[in-house]
Nanobody, 116 residues
């Protein structure tokens, strides 16, 4: 079974940077696509970025050029490097893995707060 734990969130001023980590347990993690999602208070959960097992990446338009998703399968970890942070990036960030079309795993989330 795969377990996901996010870390790296915190409070940062606008223009600053954070690197989020999604650490996984389970040997199948390395072959699975992984997504970073975020949810702000009162808002729906939205995809931020995802990465395939082969390293193909996708980003929502609002973070392109600022965020970078990467993975180190040897460490069972997926990263989200966030630069030039804006207050609108404030949200709880979640790591997600789709094991099957009907079975998804989520981490508990890590809070990112960007102050003005």
């Amino acid at each position: 079974q795969v377990q996901l734990v996010e870390s790296g969130g915190g409070l940062v001023q606008a223009g600053g940077s954070l690197r989020l980590s999604c650490a996984a347990s389970g040997s199948i993690f390395r072959i699975l696509p992984v997504g970073w999602y975020r949810q702000a208070p009162g808002k729906q959960r939205d995809l931020v970025a995802n990465i395939t097992s082969g390293g193909i990446t996708n980003y929502r338009d609002s973070v392109k050029g600022r965020f970078t998703i990467s993975r180190d399968n040897a460490k069972n970890t997926v990263y989200l490097q966030m630069n030039s942070l804006k207050p609108e990036d404030t949200a709880v960030y979640y790591c997600n893995v789709d094991l099957t079309t009907s079975r998804s795993l989520w981490g508990p989330g890590t809070q990112v707060t960007v102050s003005s």
